[in-house]
């Protein structure tokens, strides 16, 4: 009969048990902080407070380095190459003996995408202080990439519009339109050669967007597990939670 009773209270934990999973382990985490801080617990403000200013201090200093000269040019894991479209034309032109014109016009579509991001700080600010307690509890007990994938979730819709007009602008401003008209219409001219005509605004604008969500990527991880990056006392302990995760 003992055992039949004890069973029954297993069986009736099990659910609880599940559901609590998540809270039980930030209730944990909080004690760990707690008994370091003197403080009984951290508040639902403070925790939301903490992840957004350091995804808002992280996102702003990964833009700032893609906006600036070479941000993109010079960042291999960024760099914008060009779409396959293009590299036969690429080819061909170096074949030809002009490989500056090709250099010329790979380093301006970079350019235009250097341009183009200064537009992302302000969604990504909008996005993040619009955050939700719910929002940013799952991104700070979630996946190390949680961050980047709530910010393409909630941005990648009005960033394309931001950047796409501005990406438009900017290759005609540093002179990649001239350029690359002047590539397409030479190779166009080559015998027994498939004419090209690609949309280098949409390839730009997409690859100015994957390079930003690349890099908030590489901020992110380093938030969560570079203790040196946390640069407040709130961040330190907020951060603390996902620590003992």
């Known amino acids: 009969m003992k055992k039949l009773l004890l069973s029954l ?7 609880a048990a599940a559901n609590a999973q998540l809270g039980g382990l930030l209730d944990k985490a909080k004690n760990t902080v707690s008994s370091a801080t003197g ?22 200093k990964q833009v700032s380095k ?12 960024v760099k914008i190459l ?24 790979l380093l301006l579509l970079n350019r235009a995408a250097e341009d183009a991001v200064k537009e992302a700080t302000p969604i990504f600010v909008n996005a993040i202080t619009s955050m939700s307690f719910t929002d940013a509890k799952n991104i700070l007990m979630g996946a190390d990439n949680s961050a980047t ?3 393409q979730k909630t941005t990648s819709t009005p960033l394309y519009s931001k950047f796409s007009p501005v990406v438009q602008t ?27 005509n690609p949309d280098l605004t949409d390839y730009v604008t997409d690859k100015a967007m994957d390079g930003v969500f690349k890099m908030i990527t590489v901020e992110e ?25």
């Open 9 to 15: 209270m297993v069986a009736a934990m099990v659910p």
């Open 39 to 60: 403080k009984s617990t951290l508040s639902n403000t403070e925790i939301g407070n903490g992840l957004k200013a350091a995804l808002q201090e992280g996102v702003t």
């Open 170 to 196: 900017s290759l005609s401003n540093v002179g990649a339109d001239v350029i690359w008209k002047s590539i397409i219409e030479k190779y166009n001219s080559f015998p027994l050669v498939a004419k090209v």
């Open 66 to 77: 893609l906006t600036a000269v070479d941000g993109f040019y010079k960042n291999e894991a």
């Open 82 to 105: 060009l779409p396959e479209e293009l590299q036969k034309v690429d080819k061909k032109m170096r074949q030809m003996g002009m490989s500056k014109m090709a250099d010329e016009g």
């Open 221 to 245: 991880k380093n938030i969560r597990t570079n203790l040196s990056s946390r640069t407040s006392d709130l961040l330190k302990k907020v951060f603390a939670l996902q620590d003992k995760k």
């Open 149 to 151: 994938a709530y910010l």
